[in-house]
């Protein structure tokens, strides 16, 4: 009987680690990837004896994903920064969060949580746009948006295509600068055809940043925070302005698919992702200000981002829902605009 129990016993152990639950999730790759392994992923595999397997997907490509998986979807936590969550939970492709499923709700700011009740996942991080400055060329840092357009050295401006969420975000706020709103682009898309006779460079993503400031080419780009301190940890003498127009965000968020057989196990993922020790340290690593007003920083970190109830009641967001309802109409305009 001792020796039928022991069988039992062992057999039970092994069943239960072949039956280790498992979690398919996306990042963005590169030094946010490494970030996230340390910060999210492999504290929660080790304390809920989970396996994840990581897939380096962007948001765009993580949404086409999705609606091609719409009939057997094989994520169970989706990552956006370009706002595709609000179509994914308009589309029926996420699962519905609970405030009272999330032990961290409450410690969020109110911008990181409004589209949770529209089906979509919390705020975990976000960086402001901006402009990124070679000290160099630029040895006090500008302060308006016009000094993409004052420039000595047009060609030495940098902006981002549409296509990528920094490039959408330049174009939503130039437009606003000059006078447009979102049912009227063209005060912004005019403002990307005079930085374009002027000779600024356009590129896709931000490695090709990189390449323009560490080749000499690049003085001034419009782009994000977060990207300025990873320019400055490659050695390149630049730094960060916001401009004092103001600074719209992008958002990055954490979110659970629908139809997967382990939705607790990937809310308690999420929720794991949006605790203060997790934020903390992508503000530490990568500069992204934290969306939980929890989040304690020393002040070398502090100063650097959007950090704080006062600082974080100025965030800036485009309304998501007529933005991607409208980028189809925009990406059209922008490319006639580039192919003058």
């Given amino acids: 009987m001792r020796s039928v129990a022991l069988a039992a016993a062992v057999t039970l152990v092994a069943g239960s680690a072949v039956a280790q639950e498992r979690l398919v999730i996306n990042s963005f790759g590169g030094a946010y990837e490494e970030a996230h392994r340390r910060l999210v992923i492999e504290p929660f595999e080790k304390m809920h004896n989970v396996e994840i397997e990581v897939v380096t997907l962007y948001s765009a490509d993580a949404l086409a994903q999705l609606r091609a998986q719409a009939a057997s979807p094989q994520f169970d936590v989706i990552h956006f920064s370009g706002g595709q969550e609000v179509v994914a939970a308009e589309e029926g492709l996420l699962a519905p969060i609970e405030p009272s499923e999330l032990t961290n709700h409450a410690a969020l700011y109110p911008f990181a949580v409004e589209g949770i009740e529209k089906g979509q996942g919390p705020v975990y991080s976000f960086a402001i746009a901006g402009l990124i400055y070679d000290t160099n060329a630029y040895p006090e840092a500008p302060t308006s948006w016009d000094a993409l357009f004052e420039a000595e050295d047009g060609e030495g401006v940098v902006i ?33 055809s005079e930085l374009l006779d002027n000779g600024a460079q356009i590129v896709s993503s931000s490695p090709e940043l990189q390449t323009a400031f560490a080749q000499g080419g690049a003085t001034l780009a419009a782009y994000a925070q977060d990207y300025a301190f990873t320019l400055q940890n490659a050695g390149l003498p630049v ?102």
């Avoid at 330049?170 to 005060?187: A, I, Q, W, Y």
């Fill in 160 to 192: 981002a295509d549409i296509t990528n969420t920094y490039g959408l975000l330049t174009l939503l706020k130039l437009n606003e600068v000059r006078g447009g709103d979102l049912s009227d682009m063209t005060p912004g898309l005019e403002a990307i």
């Fill in 239 to 340: 730094g960060f302005a916001q401009p004092v127009e103001g600074s719209p965000a992008f958002f990055i968020t954490a979110n659970v698919v629908a139809n997967r057989p382990n939705i607790e196990l990937a809310k308690k993922f999420v929720d794991f992702s949006i605790r203060a020790e997790a934020q903390a340290g992508w503000a530490e690593a990568m500069r992204y200000s934290p969306s939980n007003r929890e989040v304690e920083l020393p002040p070398e970190v502090a100063g650097a981002l959007v950090f704080g109830e006062e600082a974080a009641s100025r965030v800036q967001r485009f309304d998501p829902d007529t933005v991607n309802a409208l980028r189809p109409e925009w990406t059209d305009a922008w490319n006639r605009a580039i192919a003058r």
